[in-house]
């Protein structure tokens, strides 16, 4: 009756070692891979259109600006009553009223070039708005990778801790039989209670981390996860932190939105000093006038020309001058915080991928000695050398190394994405994504010369926003 018990610790040992190996080798036959999260991220994502949109105001500024180089046409309909003058002898004159029909152009001819410095101050805007919306892709794509592989990683350590439960089940049956039959002490039985009970208490909290995962993978992918699989082609990781430090300063584009928006403050500056000088406008108005109380008409037409020079406007002039000089040297500091900020997510970045692959070699050999120590606990078990505790804690062990293992894995994946990205690479075309790329400068060329309602150019406008669904 003694070896009964004794092969059952046998049996659950093993047990555990088969089931271990089968988790972490589970992978091959799963259908969906990290390339197609993130093309649902990028396919779904609500800040991505919010920005997109953004971008496409930003378009719209530059027609804005556009529009204030060109004349200024009206159509007036106007009626106005005349009341006799009063005197105290009496009245002089009559009443009258007229209605006039006119068409009024305006056209300010010269302004030393502040108009088409707002321009360019604009378009550089819009440059530095499509690098913003780089950076959000950015994030975009990293959020899903994240959440790619934290759903793996869940899911393993769940699969993990459901063996664990069923070895330790086999581990408390195991001790009972040898409490029944005399070779273990009840404190042997408690412990192996002590073990399981903690064993399904683990088991919850994993149960909830996954599904803790699933939710934030629906939000940053679109959809509920699938059958996915572990990359085992990760991006090239560059041959050293100062090349890629050299490609970040070059590509990301946080540094490039920064740099155009420090160009757009200095083109701000040097409007407002062009304001001070002076301004030339052109008039012309052409009208019908309909006299109802004579029953006459006839026309009025008029050009002028006049010039404008600011002289004394309360110092709000100069202040507008200032406040751009202000302006320039906050883009100044933020692009120099940037540039810092970037180089440094580099070094974080790089530093972490170096130390998951490092762990990742170290937690497979835990896994490798924990094995071994496991088969020989558990052989010196069946003899007698070892005891319930011993068994448990060896197990323990195995357990913590298989972890450790899949934990050091999903690590490494993230990290090599961050690495992307922190050098500015992350984006959907660069990586080859099958999906449909957005061109920003479809809607900018349509929109950036101010197209009139009537032009080909204002239809194609239509046609473009009715294909992003927002007509």
Wanted: charged share 20%.
């Amino acid at each position: 009756m003694s070896r009964t018990p004794k092969f059952r610790v046998g049996k659950a040992a093993a047990l555990a070692i088969s089931i271990s190996s089968a988790v972490l080798a589970v992978g091959s036959a799963r259908a969906e891979n990290i390339a197609d999260a993130m093309i649902g991220a990028y396919n779904t994502s609500g800040l991505l259109e919010q920005n997109r949109a953004l971008l496409r105001a930003a378009d719209e500024d530059v027609a804005a600006a556009v529009s204030t180089l060109r004349p200024v046409l009206d159509f007036v309909l106007a009626t106005s009553v005349r009341e006799p003058r009063q005197w105290s002898g009496g009245t002089l004159g009559a009443s009258s009223s007229q209605l006039t029909a006119a068409f009024e152009a305006s056209w300010r001819l010269l302004d030393n070039g502040v108009r088409r410095l707002t321009v360019a101050a604009a378009k550089e805007v819009v440059l530095a708005t499509r690098q913003t919306l780089v950076s959000i892709e950015q994030r975009i794509l990293l959020r899903a990778v994240t959440a790619f592989m934290d759903v793996i990683l869940q899911t393993e350590n769940v699969s993990l801790r459901q063996n664990n439960v069923r070895v330790l089940g086999e581990e408390l049956r195991a001790a009972q039989d040898r409490f029944d039959v005399g070779e273990v002490t009840r404190t042997d039985v408690a412990l192996a209670e002590s073990r399981l009970a903690a064993a399904r208490s683990n088991l919850a909290t994993a149960q909830g981390l996954l599904v803790n995962a699933k939710a934030e993978y629906v939000n940053a992918v679109g959809r509920q996860p699938g059958q996915l699989v572990t990359p085992t082609n990760l991006p090239k990781r560059p041959q050293s932190v100062e090349a890629a430090q050299a490609v970040s300063v070059r590509y990301h584009p946080d540094i490039l939105a920064s740099q155009r928006q420090v160009a757009a403050q200095e083109i701000l500056v040097q409007s407002a000093t062009k304001a001070l000088g002076p301004t030339v406008d052109g008039t012309m108005a052409v009208g019908l006038i309909e006299d109802w109380d004579s029953s006459g008409d006839g026309y009025d037409a008029s050009v002028g020309l006049s010039l404008r020079q600011p002289i004394y406007r309360g110092g709000a002039l100069q202040s507008d001058i200032r406040a751009a000089m202000a302006d320039r040297d906050a883009a100044r500091g933020s692009l120099l915080s940037v540039q810092r900020d970037t180089v440094q997510g580099v070094n974080d970045a790089f530093v972490r991928l170096e130390v998951s692959r490092a762990s990742l070699v170290a937690t497979a050999e835990r896994v490798r000695a924990a094995r071994v120590a496991f088969d020989g606990i558990r052989e010196e078990a069946t003899l007698g050398a070892r005891t319930t505790l011993d068994v448990l804690s060896a197990e323990q062990e195995l357990l913590d190394a298989l972890t450790a293992q899949i934990s050091a894995r999903a690590e490494e994946v993230i990290a090599s994405y961050q690495l992307l990205a922190s050098q500015g690479l992350l984006t959907a075309e660069r990586l080859g994504l099958a999906v449909q790329i957005y061109d920003p400068t479809i809607y900018y060329n349509l929109a950036k010369d101010a197209p009139a309602r009537i032009s080909k150019q204002s239809k194609d406008l239509n046609r473009v926003l009715e294909a992003l669904g927002k007509r």
